[in-house]
């Protein structure tokens, strides 16, 4: 249907975003004009000079790995999936890519993909090419955990092996040769030889002698000679990695890889990413470490710690990348922080910083629009728009913020958590305002104000997971509950206050919506749907109301009588979040089918769809002066899309409905 009505596609302005938790996501392409990275199920293309970037866009589930290949040519990535079901591994022409990246395309999947390989099943752990790129090795999950080589030109599995006794977590090809494959993991590190004649795989157990270690990370030196494993127990393991090709069984082996060193010092939390970088100047190779601890340091040939070079980031380091040039480092954490360094470590800059949880809610303070307020897992950020840089961050370690709103005089951020209570900040400082302690027994879901907070006392409501609406009176002091209303059997999953704040509308997930006089604090009138209510909102002049949820379907209703006018379609998914422009003339919606529409109210039917989003869209807004869209999705993703002019869209709308549309 959406398809013969051809709705305009929402242009992306911005998106901050990084799925940090993702071992060697964040990688420098070989012409060091782009970089490479993961978020959720999108792979993004970024060109460094431009900061243009393109998604690609295939995947069904989080992106688990990415590579790039030597020549540069192709990239590939792998994902996560249901378990029992196989999990796709994709191969892109990067190549071309980069020149839809530079143009400025934006969703570029369908261009860009080459083939599809399917054969692990529930998760792609890693992947690795060969030194020619016309092999691609791939290793299974911990439910698969086999290892399987293809041939790149027609996507054939030529043969596959399990990887180990124990779970494998890493593979890597060797540099100069396009037989031999190291993979690591659980107690396991192992040598392979690609025989392509027969094809067959060999393989050949490192001699650990009485160590034993979980090896999550591994890095070769440029001459094949060596490798070096990053460890849990926070130790790196030298291993000497020449082997005999494969022989007759009778012949003795007389070459195995065999490790050959342990360095000392032990990291905090793990090594969780490795690099070996070549000296020019001496041909000695230091090791780059990334512990879990944020620390980014250098192993000496001796494997000692070089004391002079050091660097602390903000999270586990995930990804190390070197620049083409070897003079920058690109760093991700698992915080989703990118940095870029110098590579003796001398100068750290933080490149961006996002999300590393689901954003539950989204708030622009009243009648700006150049600041933004984002709740998640841990705290509350503010931003600004027209750079995307993140100004201020409040944090409540081990909680989660559910719901966030800007005062209209913009002296307290309002905010609820999962440990039910009420939080109040200084948006300029962010330090604590006021807590309203056992605001709720479970978790505060939704907040919404009622008053201008510039005389007090004013009012807010909140309601909780336990099914309780609470109205609070806010005084300079102390804050008051004026009443407490339990007529919903589920979490309210939204608050709408009406213009003049004498009414107000839950969504609950009991099946229910309840509008709610705030003057006599007795229930006006109630309508009931076979769904989960996830968003509400009154229209502008206050005759109707809109409603969406588990059904996939927007709802009009009657506020007097709270009949239902008519219901739509919304989409293929839940419908998770609504907003309405001033007017009532348009609104928008976000749903977990990953996309982001712009609705004509009164004929119901979507005049433009936004895509780019990698996972269900979690909350949007229109900034106040109409001139963009703001969705925050389950990945942490925040996009900025340009929001067409109201005579652009009913131009659409006027050719889509016919010359008889008025």
């Not at 090795?137 to 092996?161: F, I, K, M, Q």
């Not at 926070?234 to 000497?240: F, L, Q, Y």
Request: glycine share 8%; net charge negative; with cysteine.
């Amino acid at each position: 249907w959406e398809r013969e009505m051809n709705p305009l596609d929402l242009k992306i302005k911005s998106v901050i975003g990084f799925s940090g938790n993702v071992t060697g996501a964040l990688q420098y392409s070989p012409c060091g004009r782009f970089v490479v990275y993961a978020l959720g199920s999108l792979v993004v293309v970024k060109n460094v000079k431009t900061d243009k970037e393109s998604f690609l866009d295939g995947h069904t589930h989080e992106v688990t790995c990415v590579r790039i290949s030597r020549d540069g040519r192709t990239l590939a990535s792998g994902q996560k999936n249901f378990a029992g079901v196989k999990a796709d591994v994709i191969i892109w022409d990067f190549d071309e890519a980069k020149k839809m990246c530079s143009s400025g395309a934006v969703m570029i999947g369908d261009a860009c993909i080459i083939r599809k390989l399917k054969q692990h099943l529930g998760k792609v752990q890693d992947i690795g090419f060969s030194r020619d790129s016309d092999y691609i090795c791939t290793l299974g999950g911990p439910d698969d955990n086999a290892l399987v080589v293809w041939r790149v030109a027609d996507g054939e599995a030529l043969c596959g092996s399990p990887a180990a006794p124990d779970s494998a977590l890493c593979v890597m090809w060797l540099h100069g040769r396009n037989d031999r494959i190291v993979t690591a993991g659980h107690y396991n590190c192992r040598v392979w030889q690609v025989d392509f004649s027969l094809p067959k795989l060999h393989a050949m157990d490192v001699k650990m002698g009485q160590l034993r270690r979980v090896m999550q990370c591994l890095s070769i030196t440029d001459d094949d000679h060596f490798a070096f494993f990053g460890t849990h127990t926070g130790d790196v393991i030298k291993v000497k990695i020449d082997r005999n090709d494969i022989h007759s069984p009778n012949d003795p082996d007389t070459t195995c890889p065999t490790m050959v060193g342990c360095s000392k010092h032990r990291f905090a939390k793990g090594v969780r990413s490795i690099r070996c970088v070549l000296n020019e100047n001496t041909g000695n190779t230091n090791i780059l470490v990334g512990a879990g601890d944020g620390t980014v340091t250098y192993l000496n040939n001796s494997m000692n710690v070089v004391t002079s070079c050091k660097a602390e980031l903000m999270g586990a380091v995930k990804s190390l990348s070197l620049s083409p040039s070897k003079n920058e480092i690109l760093a991700g954490t698992d915080l989703c922080n990118k940095y870029l360094m110098s590579a003796d470590l001398s100068h750290v800059e933080l490149k961006m910083s996002c999300h590393h949880g689901p954003v539950n809610d989204i708030s622009f303070p009243e009648g700006c629009p150049d600041l933004i307020v984002t709740s998640s897992v841990g705290d509350i950020r503010i931003w600004n728009v027209r750079i995307r840089q993140e100004l201020l961050r409040i944090q409540v370690p081990n909680l989660e913020c559910l719901c966030c709103q800007v005062t209209p005089t913009g002296s307290s951020l309002v905010s609820g958590w999962n440990d039910g209570r009420i939080r109040a900040f200084y948006p300029e400082t962010g330090r604590m305002k006021f807590v309203i302690p056992d605001a709720h027994s479970e978790k505060v879901t939704a907040i919404a104000l009622c008053d201008n907070d510039s005389h007090s006392p004013w009012r807010m409501v909140s309601g909780g997971a336990e099914g309780k609406v609470r109205i609070w009176n806010v005084h300079s002091s102390h804050q008051t509950l004026v009443a407490s209303l339990k007529e919903h059997r589920g979490a309210i999953n939204c608050l709408k206050v009406n213009r003049d704040g004498s009414q107000c509308i839950s969504a609950s997930s009991d099946g229910s919506c309840i509008v709610w006089d705030l003057e006599r604090y007795v229930r006006i009138t109630a309508f009931f749907e076979p769904t989960v209510f996830t968003s509400v909102f009154f229209h502008p002049d206050e005759s109707q109301m809109l409603t969406c949820g588990s059904n996939f379907k927007l709802s009009y209703w009657d506020a007097v009588d709270g009949q239902a006018i008519r219901v739509i379609e919304g989409g293929d998914a839940v419908m998770t979040s609504l907003d309405v422009e001033p007017e009532g003339e348009f609104f928008i919606s976000g749903s977990e089918d990953k996309l982001v529409k712009v609705w004509h109210y009164d004929d119901g039917i979507p005049a433009a769809v936004g895509r780019g989003h990698s996972g269900g869209v979690k909350a949007v807004k229109m900034s106040p002066d109409l001139s963009q869209i703001v969705s925050v999705g389950a990945f942490g993703d925040i996009i900025f899309w340009e929001m067409p002019e109201l005579s652009e869209l009913r131009s659409h709308i006027d050719e889509i409905m016919g010359d008889d549309h008025k």
